[in-house]
């Protein structure tokens, strides 16, 4: 999974900078600049959090986060 595109885009879309977004989060802008780089993976709270904050429903947010690799055959 990778929430961090995510959470970049939408942040981005917004129009946000990254300690704006992550302020509005409730997190530190550390916090935020790893989920970005995919060094961490958010809480549901921090997607809710987003989701709840810009709008983008959470299924939208999982379903962008799904990498080829996440599938298992």
């Known amino acids: 999974m990778n929430y961090g595109i ?3 885009q939408v942040r981005e879309a917004t129009g946000m900078s990254r300690p704006e977004l992550a302020k509005k989060l409730g997190m ?5 600049w790893k989920i970005e780089n995919r060094q961490s993976i958010p809480k549901q709270t921090t997607i809710d959090a987003l989701s709840k904050l810009t709008g983008v429903p ?16």
């Open 6 to 8: 995510v959470f970049k």
């Open 28 to 32: 530190t802008k550390s916090a935020l």
């Open 58 to 73: 959470v299924a939208r947010i999982v379903i962008e986060s799904i990498e080829p690799e996440d599938f298992f055959v």
